[in-house]
T-cell receptor
Framework: AQKITQTQPGMFVQEKEAVTLDCTYD???????LFWYKQPSSGEMIFLIY??????QNATEGRYSLNFQKARKSANLVISASQLGDSAMYFC???????????????FGKGTLLTVNP | DTGVSQDPRHKITKRGQNVTFRCDPI?????LYWYRQTLGQGPEFLTY????????KSRLLSDRFSAERPKGSFSTLEIQRTEQGDSAMYLC?????????????????FGEGSRLTVL
């Protein structure tokens, strides 16, 4: 079984500042993938960044970076230079990568609502 | 537009009525998923298709729910005898598989969802 915990229901950040959204996970899978998605008010889930448990380096995608600490089972999302358009719900998710089993579906956390203030 | 499309985007119905949602995945994706999202929660897995085969159904999917994917292309999710507790956003996603090194991340591509309100 997999579990994702996002302890911050809401976060506020000033435009142009950096913000960290927390995510901790629990799994019995020996290898797994961690994802972050953004959900604007329109409802569509937008994929942001991926980290494999076997990756040696933390993932980065433009202004998004993932602070992966395997021993602490955390996968925090860092958004640098926040923009007004970053205001949205952010979801952390994971899935197992082992052959067989339910390695195709994502398990999501409850999300963090980020508000970027001008 | 070659993304995942869902129809209708919004549906308001009375309790006891049947509703059907349609999802058209990205054409080259063989995997299709349905998720349900209620207010203040993350998406919850409902069911999964690989091509036309429905390989897993969540316990959340009661016998009033049925999903199909004929010919492995579009999918439909039908809810019979709707209840107020069925009110939610129903999200469809597709993927090309992957998840192993060198084969991509296997991330899911989501549609904009179908919001159901049961009165």
């Amino acid at each position: 079984a997999q579990k994702i915990t996002q302890t911050q229901p809401g976060m506020f950040v000033q435009e142009k500042e950096a913000v960290t959204l927390d995510c901790t996970y629990d799994t019995s899978d020996p290898s797994y993938g961690l994802f972050w998605y953004k959900q604007p008010s329109s409802g569509e889930m937008i994929f942001l960044i991926y980290q494999g448990s076997y990756d040696q380096q933390n993932a980065t995608e433009g202004r998004y970076s993932l602070n992966f600490q395997k021993a602490r089972k955390s996968a925090n999302l860092v958004i640098s230079a926040s923009q007004l358009g970053d205001s949205a719900m952010y979801f952390c998710a994971m899935r197992g990568l082992a052959v067989g089993g339910s390695n195709y579906k994502l398990t999501f956390g409850k999300g963090t609502l980020l508000t970027v203030n001008p | 537009d070659t993304g995942v499309s869902q129809d209708p985007r919004h549906k308001i119905t009375k309790r006891g009525q049947n509703v059907t949602f349609r999802c058209d995945p990205i054409s080259e994706h063989n995997r299709l998923y349905w998720y349900r999202q209620t207010l203040g929660q993350g998406p919850e897995f409902l069911t999964y298709f690989q091509n036309e085969a429905q390989l897993e159904k969540s316990r959340l999917l009661s016998d009033r729910f049925s999903a199909e994917r004929p010919k492995g292309s579009f999918s439909t999710l039908e809810i019979q005898r709707t209840e107020q507790g069925d009110s939610a956003m129903y999200l469809c996603a597709s993927s090309a598989g992957g998840g192993f090194s060198g084969l991509g991340t296997g991330e899911l591509f989501f549609g904009e969802g179908s919001r159901l309100t049961v009165l």
